[in-house]
């Protein structure tokens, strides 16, 4: 990198106990570009409807070039579209916009996780519908979130997995009304590269 390009300050605010870890795992591997972003520690919120407050908050400190966030979609549920659309009208000139901010993953973030292992469509939001997928590919039997299964699975990630992962994912809808869908090959791509102008593109749409 270029001694007059200016390191950037990057927020995510994790919506919960498997998202944190999860992008904790990511921001570890050498494909992305620490001497471009500086990525601070991501925050678990312990569930969506705390995304708000903190967000604020951390926006109102200054502290970053850019805060985003990192949860499910849930199906495109009321729930969500009420949380970016709160983010929108919050911090967007158009509420609309509220969604450039968001790295979702419909229905839930197990959709990307297990694509690490192989080809992945979930449909299901429950843990407990979830948990034969989760079997068939980490071998973790019952899943149901605890704190040492997530590790678990977690720990199963390897960076080796990444190119493979990529043109799974790379293979879901963006859009978040779609099931399944994320918009986190995007940003993981953004993460590698030498240009953070997409930073940039977003704040000139930001109050």
């Not at 009420?82 to 983010?87: D, H, T």
């Not at 948990?131 to 699975?153: C, F, L, R, S």
């Amino acid at each position: 990198m270029n001694d007059d390009v200016r390191k950037r300050n990057v927020l995510i605010i994790a919506e919960g106990f498997e998202e944190k870890p999860y992008i904790d795992k990511i921001l570890s591997f050498p494909n992305i570009n620490k001497e471009l972003y500086n990525f601070n520690e991501p925050i678990n919120v312990k569930g969506n409807g705390n995304i708000p407050a903190r967000y604020q908050y951390e926006i109102q400190r200054g502290f970053y070039d850019i805060v985003l966030v990192f949860c499910d979609a849930d199906k495109g549920s009321d729930q969500f579209l009420s949380l970016v659309n709160k983010i929108g009208d919050m911090f967007f000139y158009n509420k609309e916009h509220g969604i450039k901010v968001f790295m979702f993953v419909n229905p839930v973030t197990l959709q990307i996780v297990l694509s690490h292992f192989g080809e992945v469509k979930l449909s299901k939001v429950s843990k407990k519908d979830n948990a034969e997928m989760v079997e068939k590919h980490t071998g973790i039997k019952n899943y149901d979130a605890k704190k040492e299964q997530i590790k678990e699975i977690i720990d199963k990630i390897h960076f080796s997995s990444m190119v493979a992962f990529k043109n799974r994912i790379r293979g879901l809808s963006s859009n978040f009304e779609d099931v399944p869908s994320s918009n986190f090959i995007t940003f993981l791509e953004r993460f590698e590269s030498d240009d953070a102008g997409w930073i940039d593109e977003i704040k000139l749409l930001m109050k």
